[in-house]
């Protein structure tokens, strides 16, 4: 049996990853603060720990845990949030992953270390050089990109200095249910409160549609983040990313079919981000070279089950 040890088990991915690596006969540890409202109820026999990764009681836990693979996933994740607290994504990010990582080094060096980057990394590229390749240049463009960069860096230290196994996974838009806090997951959390306002001409207010994103269902990242800790190479990055890019207009134009209310959709200034990739989308090629992965769940039946469980939660 395989023991694992994850980070931001609470959040989106991990609350996944915990119920796929539960399913498939692992020994699953959790360490992260859990954040009101995400909901996460682990299976029986999962052993969480409350704990800021930023804390030194992580030595100890990371000790007793002996973990055989590593999830890093824990962070502050949002870009919006990063620009109105850039200090406190900086101090979770990079110093919460310095901190495990010299943890795990110092107790259970023969482990692999799966850290979960971000597409931010990249910033903008003209659309004629997209998708973009894992060797691309590297300009984030917010506070949350510029920390995930640094965090790249932080592990590639402890690869080649300290030798350990640290496998990058620069991850793209991943959706599906139980999402929060990006563009899907407010879609649908307004047009389930508009369904349960019953109004017969519903407005909602977006900001911009035209952006393209290359979205992949949550259960495919998982399965990504699998394949890495398996077969992934130390200091090397991997995209995880759907195949091809879709505008956000046809994202907001397949959830409207699914919704029991007439929506009349204007414009709003004030929901632009002061900064916003036109489109991200990358280059898969790397990591399906590992293996059987394929960003494989269809798109419509990610956004009909994301709607779904915001119905009935």
């Given at each position: ?15 996944h ?12 540890w ?15 026999g ?19 845990a ?15 949030k ?20 010299a ?34 240049s590297l ?16 592990a ?8 350990l ?15 929060q ?12 409160a508009?369904e349960s306002?019953?109004?017969?001409h519903a ?12 979205f ?16 992934g190479q130390?200091g090397?990055?991997y ?29 709003d ?25 394929e ?10 089950e994301?709607l ?6």
């Open positions: 049996m395989t023991r694992v040890l994850i980070t931001g088990a609470g959040g989106f991915i991990g609350q990853l915990v119920r796929r690596l539960v399913e498939d006969g692992s020994e699953v959790t360490v992260g603060i859990q954040e009101e409202g995400t909901g996460a109820v682990f299976a029986d999962v052993r969480s720990i409350e704990l800021d990764i930023r804390s030194e009681e992580l030595h100890g836990v990371i000790a007793d002996s973990p055989d693979v590593v999830f890093h996933l824990a962070a502050q994740s949002y870009p919006m990063s620009w109105e607290f850039p200090q406190m994504t900086i101090d979770a990010n990079i110093f919460g992953t310095h901190n495990l990582l943890a795990v080094q110092s107790s259970t060096p023969d482990a692999a270390v799966v850290l979960a980057s971000s597409s931010a990394v990249y910033g903008v590229f003209p659309e004629e050089s997209l998708p973009v390749k894992e060797e691309s300009v984030p463009l917010h506070p949350y990109g510029v920390t995930k960069l640094a965090t790249e860096s932080v590639r230290m402890f690869a080649e200095v300290h030798g196994r640290c496998v990058l996974a620069r991850i793209f838009n991943t959706i599906g249910p139980g999402k806090g990006d563009v899907v997951g407010d879609f649908c959390n307004r047009l389930v508009l306002d019953g109004g017969e407005k909602l207010k977006v900001g911009n549609l035209e952006s393209k994103r290359a992949v269902d949550v259960r495919d990242t998982v399965r990504a983040l699998l394949l890495l800790a398996e077969k130390s090397e990055a995209n995880i990313s759907g195949s091809r890019p879709v505008a956000i207009v046809e994202i907001l134009q397949t959830l409207l079919k699914y919704v029991n209310v007439q929506v009349d959709v204007s414009k200034v004030d929901l632009l981000r002061p900064a916003d990739e036109p489109v991200i989308w990358g280059d898969n090629t790397k990591i399906r070279a590992l293996g059987d992965w960003a494989d769940i269809l798109l419509d039946q990610t956004l009909r994301a779904e469980w915001r119905r009935n939660n």
